[in-house]
């Protein structure tokens, strides 16, 4: 059964480095997103991307993030200058519609 | 804005009695609602949705939840527990009007005891 897949699984970073979160969504969705979850806290929505294009964004996705579908398959979260309130798991969800979204098993990112 | 809410952060249950979670929520619009269930170290995996329809619906692993528009509610259910039910399990919301963003709630810790 097709699944998204995340890499790394866990990330350990010092602050104010850049960090790359990778996804491969399921090879036929159309509409990737990613989400995070700080320890303890509810999953929140960052950010959805369709048509190579960001189609909508959360408060929390500011100009340190970015998206970006490089290569067709990959998709991917870019934190720059990473802070201490970053470390969270971070989930990538892909769908074929807009009714059902399948995750991946997360990064755990770690900002030291 | 959408918003869910979950109470009981961690929730017993005895082996073979019944699995009751309870969600709320708020939309404005007609609302798409989700149960997302997560064991440990790995992605969160859909249980059921409901969307348009029958209120009442069926999941994999023998949950089922129902939609009640005027309670502004989506109760997750299972007949009777089994070890294999231990696991992390979130309510979510979007809504039908394209705006496909998910919105969860903080989630139920699940124990089941033998």
């Known amino acids: 059964e097709p699944e998204v897949t995340q890499t790394p699984s866990h990330q350990v970073t010092q602050m104010g480095q850049e960090v790359i979160l990778r996804c491969v969504p399921i090879s036929n969705h159309l509409y990737f997103y990613w989400y995070r979850q700080i320890l303890g806290q509810k999953v929140e929505f960052l950010v959805s991307?369709?048509?190579?294009?960001?189609?909508?964004k959360s408060e929390i996705f500011d100009d340190q993030f970015s998206v970006e579908r490089p290569d067709g398959s990959n998709f991917t979260l870019k934190i720059r200058s990473t802070k201490l309130e970053d470390s969270a798991m971070y989930f990538c969800?892909?769908?074929?519609?807009?009714?059902?979204?399948?995750f991946g098993p997360g990064t755990r990112l770690t900002v030291l | 804005a959408q918003s869910v809410t979950q109470l009981g952060s961690h929730v017993s249950v005895s082996e073979g009695a019944l699995v009751l979670l309870r969600c709320n929520y708020s939309s404005s619009v007609p609302p798409y609602l989700f149960w997302y269930v997560q064991y440990p170290n790995q992605g969160l995996q859909l249980l059921l949705k409901y969307t348009t329809g029958a209120t009442l619906v069926k999941g994999i692993n023998g949950f089922e939840a129902e939609f009640k528009k005027s309670e502004t509610s989506f109760h997750l259910t299972k007949p009777s527990a089994h070890m294999s039910d231990a696991a992390e399990y979130f309510c979510?919301?979007?809504?039908?009007?394209?705006?496909?963003?998910?919105?969860f709630g903080k989630g139920n810790q699940v124990v089941v005891i033998p």
């Open positions: 991307f369709y048509n190579n294009e960001i189609s909508e």
């Open positions: 979510a919301v979007s809504d039908s009007g394209g705006n496909n963003r998910l919105a």
């Open positions: 969800a892909s769908s074929p519609t807009i009714n059902e979204q399948f």
